[in-house]
């Protein structure tokens, strides 16, 4: 039994002696630099040319076309990108050279593809620059025509194209009309004071913001222009979110807009508002659980 197992270890060894110096002479290898690598995870999209996977969810290796042990190279050309799982499976296994060269030649192609359609891509945005530029012009061409007598300078033009990155033109348009036919005030010869004309522009952007939100909100037109009543009211204090907390509860429980006009016409300073609008409400919530 002794003498078995001891041919056996014998045996392996001699196996494992035979096995080293078989290997014992591999191709050299180097390190592949840290600047290489980078390119060809570039120039491969930082996806594995095998089978598709791309970082970061997989951990990518440069892989050798050529094996190093089969007399390859680290020349950028002899290297591809290869994720863990197909690099360590691929072993010393050589590419098909038409299969690598194929690769290439794909690979050139989507490369020129991806430069004709950056060129098509940037016609496009030029097109859009000049199609904004247009809208600005448009936009400040009909201010004038609605408010003449004075033209926009660059700062109003550039009001103007941050109302475009958020609203359509149309919606520009009818906004001007409403601070035209609001704000603007006019001399005896009928022109436009210099004065209104910069106070119905300025008023162009809370105009847009009320119209926007008024299609989610339909009272907010009416509570504006309550609260606008009550604050001309107040002269010496007034607190705009406090007044607007009021009104809209009074809506909560169903007042009508014509009630809260009529206390709007009848204050006199902010506690005597406070003091109406508090009254309405608690007579409408005794109304109601009666």
Known sequence: ?????????????????????????????????KGVRFEV??????????CGASAPEMVLHVDHIKPVSGGGTNDITNLITACVSCNAGKSDKRLDDNSAI??????????????????????????????KA?????????????APGFRLNDRGMQSVRRWLTKYP???????????????????????????????????????????RDSKDDPDLKDLLYIRGIIRNKCERYFKNSEAMEWLRAARSWGIPMS??????????HWGHFVEEIGALITAWKKEQKQ
Not at 41 to 50: G, I, M
Not at 105 to 123: A, V
Not at 259 to 268: D, N
Request: aromatic share 10%; glycine share 2%; net charge negative.
């Open 1 to 33: 039994m002794t003498l078995y197992e001891t041919s056996k270890e014998i045996s392996f060894v001699s196996s494992v002696n035979k096995m080293t110096e078989e290997d014992s002479i591999p191709a050299e290898r180097k390190a592949i630099p």
């Open 41 to 50: 995870f570039k120039r491969d999209s930082f996806k594995c040319q095998y």
């Open 102 to 131: 194929q690769k290439r030649k794909t690979q050139l192609d989507e490369l020129q593809e991806r430069r004709e359609q950056l060129e098509m891509m940037m016609q496009w945005m030029e097109a859009l620059q000049d199609l």
């Open 134 to 146: 247009q809208a600005v012009e448009r936009i400040a061409d009909y201010w004038v025509q609605i």
């Open 169 to 211: 033109m149309e919606e520009i348009m009818k906004a001007l009309d409403i601070a035209a036919a609001q704000y603007l005030q006019y001399l005896d010869d009928g022109t436009v004071t210099q004065v209104s004309w910069n106070h119905a522009f300025n008023k162009v952007l809370p105009i847009l913001n009320v119209e």
């Open 259 to 268: 009630e809260l006009k009529q206390i709007a016409y009848g204050v006199r």
